[in-house]
């Protein structure tokens, strides 16, 4: 499951370039096949390509036919099959049916080949290389999965609960999460709007998130905040939530029910903010399954 959360994260952060991938892929995939239609060969190149087996055969067939009399013609046919050269996804398959006239010479068994008088009758099947195909179409279903995950998946990573307050620094660590794949769910960022009945949307994504992040600030938990903490230890003490505790710069004592967490210390600045999401990003591993 970790690993499988760490490969959601990394299409994520990398959604562009999955989705790049996905497009050259295709593009990739309609040369071939439209290099492989125009290089279909003639049937007509069949009878050249087998003309010496042909020619061999006719040989041996008038070779073996009894004793004619001298000046009479003797009509042999003879069938011959190989294969063409093909493409990287097909491959063809060359029949060639021949009749050839020979005339009989002075000594009745000794055949001499009229060579105005040849008849083909060539065909060409093309045969699929399933084995190729199925491959191609793996790896460009495939790329193309993960492009949609990447840029269509609508899941959460982690709740974060925070106060209007500290909002504008709680937005700042959240989009830094959002760099390494992490969706964190906001009110602010779309997760609820307006109209929407906000407890219990926020009961929902709760009930379903591997994690909850509550950062502490100047005011403690505010009051705002003090229904979701209620929640959030609540479903952390039954283990379907990881509760990950964050205080800010000059905030309060972390309040008691949430004391019994090991907690991180927000530092200030970008050195602050690298630290942070790194600590934050090894509590998220440890969490549960991300919601849908």
């Known amino acids: 499951m970790r690993l499988l959360e760490r490969l959601r994260r990394l299409l994520r952060r990398h959604s562009a370039t999955v989705a790049l ?12 096949l439209a290099h492989e239609w125009d290089t279909i060969p003639d049937a007509a190149q069949a009878p050249q390509h087998l003309r010496a087996q042909l020619d061999a055969k006719l040989a041996d067939r008038a070779r073996g036919a009894p004793p004619l009399p ?3 013609h003797l009509t042999v046919a003879a069938n011959v ?14 029949t060639v049916r021949a009749t050839q006239e020979f005339k009989v010479g002075a000594r009745g068994d000794v055949k001499e080949p ?35 995950w990447a840029r269509f998946g609508r899941g959460y990573d982690a709740f974060v609960c925070y106060s209007r307050s500290d909002a504008a620094r709680v937005t700042q660590i959240a989009a830094a999460l959002d760099d390494y794949g992490v969706r964190t769910c906001m009110d602010t960022r779309g997760a609820i ?5 906000w407890q219990a949307r926020v009961a929902r994504y709760l009930g379903g998130l591997r994690a909850a992040v509550v950062f502490v600030g100047r005011d403690g938990v505010a009051k705002g905040q003090a229904w979701e903490v209620s929640l959030i230890t609540a479903l952390a003490e039954v283990g ?13 004592a972390v309040p008691s029910e949430l004391s019994k967490y090991a907690w991180i210390e927000v530092g200030d600045g970008a050195s602050g903010d690298a630290e942070t999401v790194r600590e934050m990003l090894e509590a998220l591993d440890r969490g549960g399954p991300a919601v849908p």
């Open 21 to 32: 991938a996905a497009a050259a892929a295709w593009m990739m995939a309609a040369g071939v």
């Open 70 to 72: 001298a000046g009479e």
């Open 81 to 94: 099959s190989g294969t063409l050269p093909g493409g990287w996804l097909v491959r063809y398959v060359a």
């Open 114 to 148: 009229l060579p105005e008088r040849v008849r083909f009758e060539p065909s060409l099947t093309v045969v699929t290389r399933w084995q190729r195909v199925v491959a191609l179409l793996g790896v460009l279903l495939g790329l193309t999965a993960c492009a949609v």
């Open 193 to 197: 709007v307006a109209g929407d009945p």
């Open 240 to 252: 379907r939530c990881r509760a990950i505790v964050a205080r800010l710069p000059g905030s309060a």
